[in-house]
Structure formats: C-alpha cells, structure tokens
C-alpha cells in the first residue's frame, strides 16, 4: 500500500496538526484539507497544514489513498457515510473521535468490502483550538489508539500502523468499547470533575470575587482542562452517555467516603485513603518515565484470514504494551503466515508473548 493522498476533513487543532506532522515524515503525501469553511481552508494553507484544500467532500476525497475525519463526534458517522461514494477502491477511513463503539459499529456496516475503516482516537491535545494552535509535535510521544475489529482489513491496519508511528506516536490496538469505558474515566470524567470544580469554586466565592487571585498552582493545574469547547464535550457525554455515568458514579461514591471520614473526624480512616492514593500516584509516575529498552521482535504464525490482526494486535493493546512496528508476510502457496511485531523490552515482549500463547499462537521471541 502507498500514501500519495491524504484527506483531512476538519482543520482544526487535530486535524491541522496531522498535516502539519505528515508534511515532516520522509516522502509525504498530498495533504488535502476539508472544511466547511473557506476562511479555515486559507488559514491552514497559510500555516503549512495542508497543501490545497476545499469546502466539497467528494472534490477533497476523489483519490485519497487515507482519509482522516477529524470533526467532533456527534458528525463523525454521516460525514463517513456521505464520502463512501466517492472512495477509490482500498481507501483507508480512520477519525480521532474519543468515543469509538458506536463510531465503529455503524461505519463498518456503512462500509462496502473495498473500503476500509478503522477507528482511532489520539490521546494528545490542548485547551488551545484552532488551526492556529497546530503543531507537528502534538502526536509525538503520545498515544494513538486504534480500535480494529474482526472485520479489519490486515494490510490496511498495518499500513495506517505504520504511518502513526512516523509521525511520532505509540500506537495501541484496543476493543472499542474497552476504550470508552477507559477514557470514560482518565478522559471525560477529570474534564467534568474540572468544570465542576470551577462551578463549586466560583459560586463560594460570592462578593469576595476577588479571593480566586489566591488560587495556587493546584487548583489551576486541575481546572485547566475545563478551558475545553463545551460544544465538543456535549458530543462526547452523550456519545459515552453509559460509560461516563459509571466513571461519575464511582467518583461520587469516593468523595462520599471522604466527605464521610471528615465528617466522623475519622483521621485513620482519611489517612489510609489518602496513602492509598499517594501511593497509586506515585507507581503511575514511575511508570510513565521508564528508561527505554531494547527493542525485541515477535513472530507470530498466523493464518491469512479477516480478524487475525485484530485478535493478536488487541490482545496486546489490552497490556497497555506499545507496538512500535508490525509487518504481515504470506507465501502465496500456504493460508499460514509470520506477523512480525516489533515492542520495547523484554519484560513487554514476554508478556504479549503469554498472553498470545494461551490463544493458541505459536510465538518466538528475537531481540534486536
């Protein structure tokens, strides 16, 4: 598979950020941005976004080897549903939504046998909006989920794969709804917990408006990401609607138990809690600055079938394990195959290993 078009359709901060990082890998497709807007379409020319642009889908689509739909989630499907039309035969849809089951589902059953769709949603971002606040580094470092199912084309996971990990992201492979049930709680519940946090703050401080001045690096540090559009967090509560009433519910239970301990001046009770808490705290810290590893590659044998990348690439998503490179070979005389994947460290190659293992996958391990 090659990329010599990219379409983008919504140039916002996401979207512009994707042309802009492209644009930064060795031979970099065509970008091509779609807007509703022309104001938006020149802005994103002026700021090296995309290379031309245009208000008709079908004009921004027609030869697109890799579609990227990057508006809100609430448009995400009949946006897919009305460029499908115009595909070339083997074009790849993706979108970077932050719900995904519903997204998934309907597209893929919008979607002929020719045209592959695979849902993504990058964990990177800012307060800031606006093409103008693109930058070919937001993806980098971060992670870019995608969310392929058994009807997932193998070529084309592994070309998009590939192309995220150039523009600097950690792609993981993950269920659909496991995703919305994972970012339901360190996504979308932190930005509603800051918004009502901001809500409580401002309506205690009544004629002493004043006294927010005293407001000290964690309670900005905390609220920051109430900043966040309320028209694109609209989209995403009742996109996730079920999901994210779990995650409140269980946040509501937690501040009932340290309201509770405050209130019976329970200080063993509150100090467990709070240790509790410092001491998850701290082992997330930990993990999220681990000193890199040697890369180690797995061959996995595996039949040239629909699903089979998902099944094994999911399996280890599910670790939280990255996958930095992934590669399927096939010899035209047998239905068996290698998948070659390709993580960082041993610890995290043995793991991926088991857990493929007790799917029935014969694995070998080779370090690099």
Same mark, same amino acid.
Do not use: N, Q, R
């Given at each position: 598979m090659k990329t010599d078009k990219v379409a983008i359709i919504g140039i916002g901060l996401i979207g512009g950020s994707l042309g802009l990082a492209l644009k930064q890998i060795s031979n970099p497709p065509k970008i091509t941005g779609i807007a509703r807007r022309q104001e938006v379409i020149d802005k994103a020319i002026e700021t090296g976004a @995309?290379?031309?642009?245009?208000t008709f889908f079908e004009e921004g689509? /027609?030869?697109?080897? @890799? @579609?990227?739909?990057?508006? =809100?989630?609430?448009?995400?499907?009949?946006?897919a549903k009305k460029i499908i039309p115009y595909l070339k035969q083997k074009a790849i849809i993706t979108d970077v939504g932050s719900t995904k089951?519903? @997204?998934v589902k309907e597209i893929e059953e919008a979607a002929p046998s020719d045209i592959y769709f695979i849902g993504g949603h990058p964990m990177a971002g800012s307060e800031q909006t606006g093409v103008e606040a693109a930058t070919p580094f937001l993806f980098k470092n971060s992670y870019y989920i995608l969310t392929p199912t058994k009807k997932t084309n193998n070529e084309a996971f592994s070309h998009l794969h590939s192309l995220l990990t150039q523009i600097g992201?950690?792609?993981l492979a993950i269920d659909a709804e496991k995703h919305d049930s994972t970012v339901a709680t360190i996504s979308h519940l932190p930005h509603f917990a800051a918004a009502s946090l901001v809500n409580v703050t401002q309506s205690r401080m009544n004629e002493n408006e004043n006294l927010i001045k005293l407001a000290a690096g964690g309670f900005k540090d905390m609220t920051r990401i109430a900043i966040g559009s309320p028209e694109i967090w609209l989209d995403i509560a009742f996109e996730n609607r079920t999901a994210i009433l779990e995650a409140l519910n269980a946040? /509501? /239970?937690e501040i009932e138990k340290i309201y509770e301990f405050i209130k019976d001046k329970d200080k063993e009770g509150l100090m467990q809690r709070l240790n509790e808490a410092r001491e998850k705290r701290s082992a997330l810290q930990r993990v999220l600055h681990k000193e890199p590893l040697n890369l180690c590659k797995l061959n996995i044998a595996v039949e040239?079938? =629909?699903?089979?990348?998902?099944?094994?690439t999911v399996a280890i998503g599910q670790l939280g394990v990255n996958i930095e490179n992934i590669e399927i070979f096939y010899t035209p005389q047998s239905r068996l195959g290698i998948l070659e994947i390709i993580v960082m460290g041993e610890d995290a190659a043995q793991k991926a290993a088991s857990v493929l293992l007790k799917k029935g996958y014969e694995v070998k391990i080779e370090n690099m």
């Open positions: @995309i290379d031309e642009g245009t689509v /027609k030869d697109a080897d @890799i @579609i990227f739909i990057a508006t =809100p989630v609430g448009s995400i499907v009949d946006i089951a519903t @997204i992201a950690y792609v946040y /509501k /239970k040239d079938k =629909p699903g089979v990348i998902s099944d094994v």
